[in-house]
């Protein structure tokens, strides 16, 4: 159902990190073709100016910014926060995207000291400063009793977790950031800042450099016949991102259920798909 509070056409305010790449591009891009004004937040200077670009380049009139910023770095936070507020207006939607699975997929004992702070410090404490972030700003805008400004992170669920093929300090931040979550709603109740919602982004397997990292060529192969493309993903979840309600949710982009399906099936054409080619070669052979 559609937030009544969201005129279709009505520009809103979007703040994306790690947006220079991947499925954080994608979404901005998105966002962008439906009259949205964006900024995107990388660490890579020469990624981040390439991207804003390019998107510049594609959609005529976009209005697109980019900071460049590592999320985990605490310096000059009332620069950025001026930045974002001086760019944008109004923040109405943020999208806390920018996360890394580590360099590695191996055992805890096996990982160097420095992968597993960078994988921790990147998603757990830089998902709670841009939250932290995100309320001050949302807060200081006009509001009303329902929330009007959403705050979105990306976390894992116990069984998701238990499924992925990660390693411990990416599985263990995950779980991190959906008790981020879960926390933030509860004190922002509790507090009275009933204009702010705060919901879980659930993308599921796209396919990004993060998905693709330290994988063995099987592996690589089985992941791109599962996984979808960043574009896909980004158009339904964008959809869903404007017209998000309430607080505590989850946005999805296919329902649990319906990944399962959708893996069963592409698993299903793999293996079909050679037998039809075969027959559709014989059958043109004897028209022949």
Known sequence: MSNPNIDPGQSLGIFITGGSKGLGYALAREFLLLGDRVIISGRNREQLDRSVESLKTEIKGCEIYGLCRDVSIQDDLDLFKSLIITRLGQVDRWINNAGTAGMHKASLWELGSEDIMETCTTNLFGSLLMSKIAVEIMSRQPSEDLPLFHIFN??????????????????????????VNSFLERELIEQGFTGIGIHELSPGLVKTDLLFRDTSSETKEFLDLIAESPEKVAEKLV????AVQGTG????????AGMGFNILLKL?????????????????????
């Open 249 to 256: 949710g989850t946005i999805r982009y296919r329902s649990i």
């Open 239 to 242: 959809t869903k991102i404007r």
């Open 154 to 179: 990306m976390g894992f669920s116990s069984t998701g977790a238990k499924l992925s093929r990660s390693n411990i300090p990416h599985k263990a931040s995950k779980l991190g950031v959906a008790a």
């Open 268 to 288: 299903t054409m793999k293996k079909v798909r050679p037998i039809w080619e075969k027959m559709d070669t014989a059958l043109r052979g004897k028209k022949c």
